[in-house]
C-alpha cells in the first residue's frame, strides 16, 4: 500500500477525527484546551483519598498555575489488591473542591454505568489508556455532552487512539483531547516510553487538541519536569500532572508525583516556552510560522 493509499484508508476509518474535531475546549473559569493557545496545565492527584486531601491539593494546584483539577474517583488498576478509589463519594468531593477553588474538574470512568454516576459531578470524563479499547465506553461518552480526555493505550498506534477519537465523535460529541502517555518499550528505566513524536504528528492529522501525560509516561518525578518542557516545545496544547504534598502517604502513584512547587515550576516553565514559541495570545492568530525569529527576539 503507498502512503497516499494509508491516507485514503485513514480518512475512511476517521473522518470525523481527522477534519470535524473541535479545536479549542472551553471551560466555565475560561480555560481553553487546544486553539494554537497557551499550553494549559491540569493536576491534581492520581486518586482521590479523602475530602480534606482533594480540597487542600485542589487549593495547591491553583496557587501553582494549574487551570483543572484532576483526581482519580474509579481507579483501574494492574492489581485488584490496590486502592481502587472512592467512587462516587471522591466524585462529591471533587465537586465541593471544584465549588471551592472554581477549578473545573476532570475524572476517569471505567464502564457506561459509572459515566452516568460521574456525569453530573465532573467538567471532563477521563479515558484511561486501559480503556481506549472499550468501545462501549467510548460510545457512552460520546452521548454526553462533556469534554472526554482520551488517553493513548499502552501499545495503540497513533491511527488505533484516532479512530477510538472516532467512536466518541460519532455519537455527536466533537470535543475530544487526546494524550499521549507514554508507550510500551523495551525500557525498564522508566515506567513507559513518551513519545512526543507522535504528538507532533496528531498535530498534523487532526485539529484535535493534543496533551501530554509525563508522569505515567516517565513514572519518575525527577523526569516529569524535562518531559514537560520537551512536550510544550514539541507542540502539545497542555500537560496533566500527578501532584501529592505527601507522596509517600499516596494510595496511588505516589512515587512519581511531583510537589506543588514543582508544579508551580513547571507552570512558568510552560509559559516562557509558549512565549518563545510565540503561542498565539488570542483567537484571531495561529501559532508563530516562526518560531526560531521569536526566540531570537525574546532572548535579546
Ligand atoms: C491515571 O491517569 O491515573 C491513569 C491510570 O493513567 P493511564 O490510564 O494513562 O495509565
Ligand atoms: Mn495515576
Known amino acids: 500500500m503507498t502512503d497516499a493509499d494509508k491516507v485514503i484508508k485513514l480518512q475512511d476509518q476517521c473522518p470525523l477525527a481527522l477534519n470535524a474535531g473541535e479545536p479549542e475546549i472551553r471551560f466555565a473559569n475560561g480555560a481553553i484546551i487546544g486553539g494554537g493557545r497557551q499550553p494549559i496545565v491540569i493536576a491534581g492527584p492520581c486518586a482521590v483519598e479523602s475530602q480534606d486531601q482533594i480540597n487542600r491539593l485542589a487549593h495547591k494546584v491553583k496557587a501553582a498555575g494549574a487551570v483543572l483539577l484532576r483526581g482519580g474517583a474509579y481507579k483501574p488498576r494492574t492489581s485488584p489488591y490496590d486502592f481502587r478509589g472512592l467512587g462516587p463519594e471522591a466524585l462529591r468531593y471533587l465537586a465541593e473542591a471544584r465549588e471551592a477553588t472554581g477549578l473545573p474538574v476532570v475524572s476517569e470512568v471505567m464502564s457506561p454505568e459509572q459515566?452516568?454516576?460521574?456525569?453530573?459531578?465532573?467538567?471532563?470524563?477521563?479515558?484511561?489508556?486501559?480503556?481506549?479499547?472499550?468501545?462501549?465506553?467510548?460510545?457512552?461518552?460520546?452521548?454526553?455532552?462533556?469534554?472526554?480526555?482520551?488517553?493513548?493505550?499502552?501499545?495503540?498506534?497513533?491511527?488505533?487512539?484516532?479512530?477510538?477519537?472516532?467512536?466518541?465523535?460519532l455519537e455527536g460529541n466533537k470535543q475530544v483531547v487526546l494524550c499521549e502517555r507514554g508507550v510500551r518499550t523495551f525500557e525498564p528505566h522508566t515506567r513507559n516510553t513518551l513519545d512526543l513524536s507522535a504528538v507532533a504528528a496528531l498535530k498534523t492529522m487532526t485539529q484535535l487538541p493534543v496533551i501530554v501525560d509525563p508522569s505515567h509516561a516517565t513514572g519518575r518525578p525527577e523526569l516529569v519536569r524535562p518531559m514537560s518542557r520537551a512536550a510544550?516545545?514539541?507542540?502539545?496544547?497542555?500537560?496533566?500532572?500527578?501532584v501529592h504534598d505527601a507522596p509517600s502517604q499516596a494510595l496511588s502513584d505516589g512515587s512519581q508525583a511531583v510537589s506543588p512547587d514543582t508544579l508551580r515550576a513547571i507552570v512558568s516553565d510552560v509559559k516562557a516556552i509558549a512565549r518563545a514559541l510565540a503561542f498565539a495570545p488570542d483567537e484571531n492568530s495561529s501559532r508563530d510560522p516562526?518560531?526560531?525569529?521569536?526566540?531570537?527576539?525574546?532572548?535579546?
Not at 510544550?232 to 500527578?242: V, W, Y
Open 115 to 169: 459515566v452516568a454516576v460521574a456525569e453530573p459531578h465532573v467538567d471532563m470524563l477521563q479515558i484511561g489508556a486501559r480503556n481506549m479499547y472499550n468501545y462501549e465506553l467510548l460510545t457512552a461518552v460520546g452521548r454526553t455532552r462533556l469534554p472526554v480526555l482520551l488517553k493513548r493505550a499502552f501499545s495503540a498506534t497513533i491511527n488505533e487512539l484516532l479512530q477510538a477519537a472516532e467512536y466518541i465523535m
Open 290 to 300: 516562526q518560531p526560531l525569529a521569536a526566540l531570537q527576539t525574546s532572548a535579546v
Open 232 to 242: 510544550i516545545a514539541c507542540g502539545a496544547d497542555g500537560l496533566l500532572i500527578e
